[in-house]
């Protein structure tokens, strides 16, 4: 069992930065992929970001590819999202998640652990 809990969001006018960060619970961190998602209101969750167990590899979506970073550190079982240049279009809730599939899985239904989510709102 992993436990989430995602910090860091608020209200920044466009261009501002924000980092988020996702702590999470149990000694089996290091064994996940771990994912950012965001969920606009009225639209379907998607993807942002994932990174794998070991920090290895990660990959973006392409509308925050260039301008996100995700980063881990598993002595703290902590991931983060950095977020600069931020856009109006950037607004939602984010939420990370934990997969226990091998690689950088970008699909919602491959995640197992779900936080409850961190509301970040850019204003123009």
């Known amino acids: 069992q992993v436990q989430l809990v995602e910090s860091g969001g608020g209200l920044v006018q466009a261009g501002g930065s924000l980092r988020l960060s996702c702590a999470a619970s149990g000694r089996t961190f290091s064994s996940y992929a771990m994912g950012w998602f965001r969920q606009a209101p009225g639209k379907e969750r998607e993807f942002v970001a994932v990174i794998s167990w070991n920090g290895g590899s990660t990959y973006y979506a392409d509308s925050v590819k260039g301008r996100f970073t995700i980063s881990r550190d598993n002595a703290k079982n902590t991931v983060y999202l950095q977020m600069p240049s931020l856009k109006p279009e950037d607004t939602a809730v984010y939420y990370c998640?934990?997969?226990?599939?091998?690689?950088?899985?970008?699909?919602?239904?491959?995640?197992?652990?779900w936080g409850q989510g961190t509301q970040v709102t850019v204003s123009s």
């Open positions: 998640a934990a997969s226990g599939v091998a690689g950088t899985p970008i699909e919602v239904r491959y995640y197992d652990y």
